[in-house]
């Protein structure tokens, strides 16, 4: 492949609005407005009786609503990651929070009267609704937990001043935070991002530095950011157990998610039940790094002292080329995120820390945001990214209603593309040295993805009960470091300044419970991975399939048609055996002298 000489830059927004305040964004507002007007027509039309061809051209007119309502919502979420800090750019994300809400509110009463009929009445819908009929299946499962119209409405508008102007009061305040290290006998003021180089540094003692800045600066607003997740899970609580009387705070989730809730807890306890084997890894790890026993500090520290970095154009292309050795068409999609200047690299003040990808529209190419520094591990982040934006393009041709795919799924691609590119760099550079530092980072991985997120859910859990007991913010954080000490075992030393961690986890306010959708994703792809590798071709149509299906269909329906029986706990465990062979192949590997 051409290696292209990309740089880092900003994004462009611009194919979407030229600027905040400019008048195709007054037009597109006014273009809404006017849609969802000529929409509320359709309330009176609305019968069991009426011809199911009628009603999908009411779906489509509800469709075009939404993907502009789309544009204008995504233009605020980009334009507030850019610089979290700009009064211009958390106003009007604010102000299309709010109208989202009122788009909503007018149009509830299209949705309200889909749940509200019988199964013998929505079956001749469902039946002529093609792309959009799991969308329609959806919906409905949500019906014993529906209110009436105006108790939605007044739901809908609590929540942008209420959860989500606290999310974005959490975003703002964290995303201020400087983090003072000490490099080279000078100080520096860090970013979040900038800081996290330091936990994979050669040297412990930069490493226990990195984790101690970022604990000092959230503990000074312990009492902010803890009322914070408080309100948010008192939400929670208020809305969805009390309200619309769901069983369990994380069977809301599970429903959206369309994932019986026996699944999700069997996932998380065979996660619990594996914890020794990634316990066995940090004791191999410190057997590596010369430590009797490594510290929480330590479980991410290279094994051996590496100044491997990578510039971004080089990262492109090896990224792209790990893609095309798979299957050309995916690289093809990947690039448009360049080609088009949907990515987001650069590191600057303000900007939103972490890394994510946002699709809008089907018409649309993905937007990718990363804080690239040159790290191995941004050059993965780089190829998890993208991997999203993969999924949605091959998704494409589903409606807007239906090109998402799951949160169960949503992992998949990217965390796929994760393992191509590790292949590709032990083809690259056969230096037993790389293999073994690529072999560590893959176990590393593996447990920041699926250990460490499975336990993140567990303690949601814990939490949601202790708020609703009333329980104080030092007590959630005592429960958290109960659960570090089950999941760490005697394999490394815990220090109490990891107590306060829960509250440097944006998920946790963002997405209640989201956070087992990675363990989930892992441990699917550690099984797809292993077919691939076994059928080699004939595993890439099956693979491609659950891919272009998005969100068309339910988790477990697309998985069963690639052989997958999400109700196994065998196949949770095997995703774990594949982890056990490369811990195996880890532990025959000769000890530095």
Request: with cysteine; proline share 5%; glycine share 4%.
């Amino acid at each position: 492949m051409t290696n292209v000489d990309h740089k880092q830059e900003r994004w462009s927004t611009e194919e979407l609005f030229p600027a905040i305040r400019s008048e195709p964004i007054k037009q597109a507002i006014d273009t809404l407005n006017s849609k969802v007007g000529a929409f509320e027509q359709f309330r009176a039309q609305l019968n069991p009786r009426m011809a199911p061809k009628a009603y999908v051209e009411v779906l489509e007119k509800y469709e075009e609503m939404i993907r502009l309502v789309s544009r204008l919502a995504a233009y605020g979420e980009l334009k507030f990651t850019e610089d979290t800090q700009d009064q211009a750019a958390q106003t009007f994300q604010a102000q299309m929070h709010q109208l989202l809400a009122e788009v909503d509110n007018q149009t509830l009463f299209f949705k309200l009267w889909w749940k509200s009929l019988e199964d013998a009445q929505a079956a001749p819908f469902l039946d002529a609704a093609g792309d959009y009929r799991y969308w329609l299946e959806a919906l409905r499962l949500q019906k014993p937990y529906t209110l009436s119209e105006p108790e939605e409405q007044v739901i809908n508008l609590k929540d942008v001043n209420g959860p989500q102007a606290m999310v974005t009061l959490y975003t703002a305040i964290t995303n201020r935070y400087k983090y003072p290290l000490q490099v080279d006998g000078e100080v520096k003021e860090l970013t979040r991002d900038e800081l996290w180089v330091y936990v994979r540094d050669a040297n412990p003692e930069l490493r226990a530095a990195a984790y101690r800045s970022l604990f000092n600066v959230f503990e000074k607003d312990v009492p902010i950011l803890g009322q914070i997740y408080q309100f948010r899970v008192r939400d929670w609580f208020s809305e969805q157990l009390k309200m619309r009387k769901y069983a369990t705070p994380i069977s809301v989730r599970n429903l959206g998610n369309d994932l019986p809730d026996e699944v999700v807890d069997m996932l998380l306890a065979i996660c619990k039940e594996q914890a020794p084997l990634f316990q066995r890894y940090f004791r191999l790890k410190a057997r590596w790094i010369g430590m009797d026993r490594i510290r929480r500090y330590d479980i991410y520290a290279p094994v051996a002292k590496s100044e491997k970095t990578y510039t971004f154009a080089d990262s492109v292309e090896v990224v792209l080329d790990s893609f095309h050795k798979f299957e050309p068409r995916m690289a093809d999609l990947a690039r448009k995120v360049f080609d088009e200047h949907h990515i987001d690299s650069e590191v600057r003040p303000g900007k939103m820390s972490g890394a994510y990808c946002m699709t809008v529209t089907p018409d649309l190419t993905p937007w990718v945001m990363q804080n690239f520094q040159g790290r191995p591990d941004d050059v993965a982040t780089m190829a998890h990214e993208l991997g999203h934006a993969i999924h949605s393009l091959l998704a494409v041709d589903h409606t807007a209603l239906t090109q998402h795919s799951s949160l169960p799924l949503a992992e998949t691609a990217s965390t796929f593309g994760e393992m191509l590119l590790i292949d590709e760099l032990l083809e690259r550079d056969p230096d037993p040295e790389v293999r073994r530092d690529l072999l560590f980072r893959q176990m590393d991985d593996s447990y920041a993805t699926i250990m460490r997120q499975a336990f993140f859910g567990m303690f949601e859990r814990t939490a949601f009960d202790l708020i609703d007991g009333g329980a104080q913010i030092d007590e959630l954080s005592k429960a958290y470091f109960e659960d570090l000490k089950v999941q760490f075992g005697d394999s490394l030393d815990l220090t109490e300044d990891f107590k306060i961690e829960w509250l440097a986890i944006p998920h946790f306010y963002n997405t209640p419970f989201y956070v087992y959708a990675y363990a989930f994703g892992q441990l699917l792809v550690l099984s797809l991975y292993q077919q691939y590798q076994q059928e080699g071709e004939g595993f890439k149509a099956r693979y491609l399939e659950i891919l272009a299906s998005g969100g068309s269909d339910s988790p477990s329906r697309i998985l069963e048609r690639a052989g997958i029986v999400i109700r196994s706990a065998d196949f949770w465990r095997g995703g774990f055996r594949v982890l056990e062979q490369a811990l195996n192949r880890l532990e025959t590997l000769k000890l530095p002298a």
